[in-house]
């Protein structure tokens, strides 16, 4: 399992790709946009014109492109993944994605012999520069261990959550409890802003405390800074809440809190923010 082939060599993909090649990995990539990897071929990965035909020259398959539609596409349209990887073949698909989705492409590959996790990430463009995400795999458990050596290069916290699709159930669980948080921790600002005090030493007092969070300690900093770069993309976040309600609405369960920062959210899209990153819900209110 020396050969990955890694699809997606985006603002988190490509410093995860960097992170497998120093642990002595051969990596082939592709992406759409060549110039993402141009760096990457540079330093040693392999480029690749088409995606299938890097397909079949891997022993591991990574993915993590855009949306749902994009899985689909790679993995299960004619001339995908399934048809081209060798059998006896690993496929993760690491972006955030559906998970009826996921359960398709794993029962379409173990009919083609091809070995299919779910493994989405948490943690941003940090965790993955770091190799500190947490990782959500769902999957057979034998799979999952063959795999684990590159989970522990990429990530920090690893579990396995259950079958096929467990992983991306468990990554809009995640999703659900950053929506909401993200609306608290923006408020909290905003407040101590209005109210004249400091918000680097209102953040010095309260993110260590109960009202500590991820988001408070790595994203509001930013805020404060004006950057709003994204480690993760709006656009990205709208695409993964959406799953997250329509998988809701299959259990018919009301997620008021999500709702909420979905329109949050696509308010911001609506007036060009898009491709910022999620702190820029700060603007929202300015």
Known sequence: ?????????????????????????????????????????????VW?????????????????????????????SEGGFLETMQPGAIAIDMTTSSPELAKEIYQDGKAAGIDVLDAPVSGGDIGAKNGTLSIMVGGEVEVFEKAKPIFEILGGNIVRQGPAGSGQHTKMVNQIAIASNMIGVTEAIVYAEQAGLDPELVLASIASGAAGSWSLSNL???VLKDDFAPGFFIKHFIKDMRIALDEANKMKLELPGLELAEKMYQTLAENGLSEAGTQALIKYYR
Do not use: C, Q, W
């Not at 410093?15 to 110039?35: A, I």
């Not at 014109?49 to 398959?61: K, M, S, Y």
């Open 48 to 76: 690749h014109d088409n995606p299938a035909e890097l397909a079949g020259h891997v022993d591991v398959l990574i993915t993590m492109v855009g949306y749902p539609t994009d899985v689909e596409e790679l993995y299960l």
């Open 220 to 222: 509001i900093p930013r």
């Open 1 to 45: 399992m020396k050969k990955i082939g890694f699809v997606g060599t985006g603002v988190m993909g490509s410093s995860m790709v960097r992170n497998l090649m120093e642990s002595g990995f051969d990596l082939h990539v592709y992406s759409r946009t060549k110039k993402k990897a141009d760096k990457l071929v540079h330093a040693g990965a």
